[in-house]
């Protein structure tokens, strides 16, 4: 009797086993063939974000990512990615890249709306709609939830080839970064201070200067639930290339939303 006992035990953990490998054989490639599948679909709406100056060398001033919403003729951006001002005078305008590879298409391209407190803008581009992505519920997202983001980490050095990461939601915490002493208070963060305090998005994937404005998405269906805003830098801005924080930081869609509603139907 004991040993029937003995077998069945080995039995049905031998069965328990096989059923985990079999979990992760189904489940896990199950995850990235979906987010496989999303990469294809949202590629097509990343943008590059920057002003373009026919006179200048180079020409076209790449500045960061932004991404189709709306009607597929409005793009989505940080507010810190778009300039103040152009230089009116020797023709500089705002441009968005389109694209594929080294064959990218310029869009004429104006500010449509721009939130500075929350960081955002949107523009409104010349010609044929692009293909729009959707914008989700903000308030649903929970902590230890994956979602990715893309857009082009380095600029266009390598041609206009958008990148994705992956990224879970590590925390979502006051967009003020804490100061360990007074003597690392500077102005930017003394004016940050000054602000309403509002939440964002912390998250554990690596952004670098040039993924500002990327769309923040979920990995199955493509839903927009964030702006990639910022990187927590170690040392000096360098150290974003050289020696990345692993620290990012997402301005949620509601934000969006509301900026959105500001722009007047034509």
Known sequence: MMRIRKALLVLHIGSVQCLSVLALMFVTPLWGSDLVKTIERVKPSIVGVGTFQKTRSPALNFLGTGFVLNDGLHVVTNAHVVPEGLDVANHE???????????????????????????????????????????????????????????FPIGMVLGFYPVTHRAMVSSITP????????????????????????????????????????????????????VINMVFVKGKKEAALSNPSGITYAIPATYIQELLRRIEPE
């Open 175 to 226: 967009i003020i970064l804490p100061a360990h002493n007074s003597r690392q208070l500077d102005a930017k963060m003394i004016n940050q201070l000054q602000k309403p305090v509002y939440a964002v998005f912390q998250l554990d994937g690596t952004a670098y200067p040039g993924n500002s404005g990327s769309p923040l998405y979920d990995p199955e269906s493509g839903v927009v639930y964030g």
């Open 93 to 151: 305008s705002y441009t968005v890249i389109t694209g594929k590879g080294k064959q990218g298409e310029l869009r004429s391209a104006d500010i449509a709306a721009i939130d500075k407190e929350h960081d955002l803008a949107v523009l409104r581009i010349s010609g044929a709609a692009l293909p729009a992505m959707e914008l989700g519920d903000a308030r649903k997202v929970r902590e230890g939830q994956n979602l990715a983001f893309t857009g």
